[in-house]
């Protein structure tokens, strides 16, 4: 297996701004944004300040990158498709695709695009990283969960992006049934993620606040629920070591949908509260709170974006 040496990172939000500058750091010259347009012509400008220190990564365009051994993306989810439509011309044979995407069907999309041998799965939890315009502030960079579905054994292919990382400096771990620990992410996005940007308030009140946390966990049940009925088993035990994981959160980050509604910026509100409703409607689960909470989001939303201009 090719040893990962060259690294393409497609997003350069809080989350692709602050890994790329971990991997910038330990090894400059092996990482690179990948943008077009406006976002290419800030990133190439200004390129991203990390907990103030700014980090010029090379940047490129379709037209103008080479291959890549690892494509990690890091976009919202309503950016996926045009992300598909720009890395095709950045990959080898050997070229992988690391999504660290929020929810739990991007590896599907990819793989329809560029087949299943390519995509890895994985996710980031514990990062606190909050973003305004080019400035990133992260206290913590959480820990990167990526493999295939099932690891055991890990693949070389696995392998080579787990001594990338470790080279790097970025922790990671690589579960045995990644699918579950995917949904276990998803059910903490559906509630920290949405609570947090209904009521406009930071991780110290889901780590101080009864009835803030009461609002998350509502959310997360329902995941679990939906979970069940599909043979994915999470517990409620899952919901007890996010608390863990949340309690040496900075009481003052900010999750990604939170900074959305802030910055009036599109939430990944479908992909959430929306997939719950829907998987809810096909395995007969009542999602009550997630419906509340999508009226909610998309509420907002629309003060903001649909009817801005009328």
């Known amino acids: 297996m090719k040893p990962v040496q060259t690294v393409y990172i497609v997003g350069a939000g809080a989350l692709g701004a602050a890994y790329g500058s971990v991997i910038h750091r330990a090894h400059p010259g092996s990482a690179a944004f990948l943008a077009e347009g406006q976002r290419y012509e800030r990133l190439e400008r ?47 044979e050997h070229t992988l695709i690391l999504s660290l995407l929020n929810g739990i069907d991007s590896e599907e999309i990819l793989a329809e ?21 080019n400035r990133v502030s992260c206290s913590s960079y959480g820990v990167i969960y990526f493999g295939r579905p099932h690891n055991d054994p890990v693949a070389p292919e696995v392998n080579a992006i787990q001594e990338f ?33 209904i009521l406009d308030l930071p991780y110290r009140a889901f780590q101080t606040n009864p009835h803030a946390r009461a609002m998350m966990d509502a959310a997360m049940r329902e995941v679990i629920a939906v ?13 007890a070591r996010w608390h863990e994981i949340l309690e040496r959160l900075s009481p003052d980050g900010k999750t990604s949908m939170h900074q959305d509604v802030q910055q009036r910026r599109k939430t990944e509100v479908e992909m959430l509260a929306g997939t719950v409703i829907e998987l809810g409607k096909q395995s007969g689960v009542p999602t009550p709170v997630n419906r509340v909470l999508f009226d909610l989001l998309r509420a907002r939303e629309y003060d903001y974006l649909d009817h801005v201009g009328r």
Not at 114 to 129: K, N, Q, T, Y
Not at 173 to 190: A, C, G, H, S, Y
Not at 227 to 238: G, K, N, V
């Open 46 to 92: 200004d390129g991203v300040v990390v907990n103030g220190e700014q980090f010029r990564l090379p940047t490129y365009t379709v037209r103008s990158a080479g291959v890549a051994d690892l494509i990690l993306l890091t976009v919202k989810y309503h950016h996926l498709q045009e992300a598909v439509e720009q890395i095709g011309a950045c990959m080898a």
């Open 113 to 133: 695009h560029f087949g299943a041998r390519r995509v890895i799965h994985g996710l980031s939890l514990g990062i606190d990283a909050v973003r305004t315009g």
């Open 165 to 197: 990382f470790s080279a790097c400096g970025i922790k990671w771990e690589t579960p045995v049934d990644m699918l579950r620990t995917q949904w276990w992410k998803f059910m903490i996005n559906v509630g920290i993620n949405q609570a947090s940007a």
């Open 227 to 239: 979970a069940h009925a599909r043979q994915i088993e999470l517990r409620e035990d899952d919901i």
